[in-house]
């Protein structure tokens, strides 16, 4: 069993920065793929960026490519997104994932509210 809990959210103006960090009680493995995503009021979640493996190349949504950066620290059972040049519609709230053995694990959810 997985549990994630994520923190870092908050409100930051146009322009600023953030870091999330999801923070994994439990083994996550090396093969498991994590990611982050993020669902907007009003909004179907999507996918913000994905990492397959340790090591592996991370996929990001078009909307974020070279803004935001997804990694991971296996020794430290964290996964982090760190958020640059932030858009007001980068707004909502951002869930950290965790796929491995067949199964998926989501975190609570941490709100990111940029004010333009």
């Known amino acids: 069993q997985v549990q994630l809990v994520e923190s870092g959210g908050g409100l930051v103006e146009a322009g600023g920065s953030l870091r999330l960090s999801c923070a994994a009680s439990?083994?996550?493995?090396?093969?498991?793929?994590v990611g982050w995503y993020r669902q907007a009021p009003g909004k179907q979640r999507e996918l913000v960026a994905s990492?397959?493996?340790?090591?592996?190349?991370?996929n990001y949504t078009d909307s974020v490519k070279g803004r935001f950066t997804i990694s991971r620290d296996n020794a430290k059972n964290t996964v982090y997104l760190q958020m640059n040049s932030l858009k007001a519609e980068d707004t909502a709230v951002y869930y950290c994932?965790?796929?491995?053995?067949?199964?998926?694990?989501w975190g609570q959810g941490t709100w990111v509210t940029v004010s333009s």
């Open positions: 994932n965790v796929a491995q053995l067949g199964r998926a694990y």
């Open positions: 439990g083994r996550v493995f090396g093969f498991a793929t």
């Open positions: 990492m397959t493996e340790s090591g592996g190349i991370p």
